[in-house]
């Protein structure tokens, strides 16, 4: 069985993206949140569908949902979610370490 993992820095970006719908349009939130768990499964089904950020880090890929980017990994028995995060963000600058 595959598995979707989600890292804590996901989860916040997730409830971060969460609250701001909350505060704005509950609706859309639930669009939102139904979109993210529908490319979740496509991930599973066709893990390298998205396309490959390997000039940020080696390993990650990334798919559009809205103005966002799920940014994720593959791994042995599935994919990981790094990080959810807006299109417009200097993705360079998110993985600086």
């Known amino acids: 069985m595959r598995i979707c993992l989600i890292s804590p820095e996901a989860s916040q970006?997730?409830?971060?993206?969460?609250?701001?719908?909350a505060s704005q349009n509950v609706e859309a939130g639930e669009r939102f949140v139904?979109?993210?768990?529908?490319?979740?499964?496509?991930l599973l089904q066709?893990?390298?569908?998205?396309?490959?950020?390997q000039d940020i880090e080696p390993s990650l890929r990334g798919i559009p949902l809205d103005n966002y980017i799920i940014l994720y990994r593959l791994i042995e028995?599935?994919?990981?979610?790094?990080?959810?995060v807006s299109g417009y963000r200097n993705l360079e600058h998110l993985f600086d370490r």
């Open 13 to 21: 970006d997730l409830d971060e993206i969460f609250d701001y719908f």
């Open 34 to 42: 139904i979109a993210f768990e529908n490319k979740c499964e496509k």
């Open 46 to 53: 066709f893990p390298s569908m998205g396309r490959s950020y």
């Open 77 to 84: 028995n599935g994919v990981e979610i790094v990080r959810v």
